[in-house]
């Protein structure tokens, strides 16, 4: 199993410009979600989906959005990219929801200039 | 006042010495997690409790529901250890909340 994978590892963006970063996993896993990493503060949740279809907004939503249409697949739009944004996300999925183990992505490194 | 606070920020220690790094949390909690960052950034899993203890080779996590406090304890210390060591709560299913890190070294 590759388990979780996140594309690209590496991504700089001007002022703007939309993206979308890509998570998958081929765990089976109901419960997928998304974080942002910045300096000198926890890993703060963006948005988080209990399955396909279903989606809801975490602690800093504001500037993404995402979808579920499949089991496997969680990806996250960024609309217009702001400076704001420059990050480092993860994304992580278990079987059931945070009462389990979870499983993260290595990581996308984000810049916004 | 963070809802998770991680204790101490960084730690330095010799190889072979007996570390603990604590969490304490304002809530009442669902479960509580482990985790650790290695320098590359990739986080893994090391545990995930509600009560008790758990251990897993060198590694003890500890947590108290009373007192709202939980130590991962590392016996034997190796520079292989050294990482960032983040603990995060949850107060119901969907959601974590995450401590800042305790970033450790083990100097050989």
């Known amino acids: 199993n590759a388990g979780v994978t996140q594309t690209p590892k590496f991504q700089v963006l001007k002022t703007g410009q939309s993206m979308t970063l890509q998570c998958a996993q081929d765990m089976n896993h109901e419960y997928m979600s998304w974080y942002r990493q910045d300096p000198g503060m926890g890993l703060r949740l963006i948005h988080y989906?209990?399955?396909?279809?279903?989606?809801d907004q975490g602690e800093v939503p504001n500037g993404y959005n995402v979808s579920r249409s499949t089991t496997e697949d969680f990806p996250l739009r960024l609309l217009s990219a702001a400076p704001s944004q420059t990050s480092v996300y993860f994304c992580?999925?278990?079987?059931?929801?945070?009462?389990?183990?979870?499983?993260f992505g290595p990581g996308t490194r984000l810049t916004v200039l | 006042k963070n809802e998770v606070e991680q204790s101490p920020q960084n730690l330095t220690a010799q190889e072979g010495e007996f570390i603990t790094i604590n969490c304490s949390y304002s809530?009442?909690?669902?479960?509580l997690h482990w985790l650790q960052q290695h320098p590359g950034g990739g986080i893994v899993s090391l545990f995930m409790l509600s009560s008790g203890k758990k251990k897993h080779g060198r590694l003890i996590a500890t947590i108290n529901i009373q007192e709202k406090h939980s130590s991962l304890h590392i016996t034997a210390s190796h520079p292989r250890d050294s990482a960032v060591y983040i603990c995060?709560?949850?107060?119901?299913?969907?959601?974590?909340?995450f401590g800042t890190g305790t970033r450790l070294t083990i100097i050989p």
């Open positions: 989906s209990v399955g396909a279809g279903i989606t």
């Open positions: 995060a709560v949850s107060r119901g299913n969907e959601k974590l909340t």
């Open positions: 992580a999925s278990s079987n059931w929801g945070v009462q389990d183990t979870q499983y």
């Open positions: 809530v009442g909690i669902s479960a």
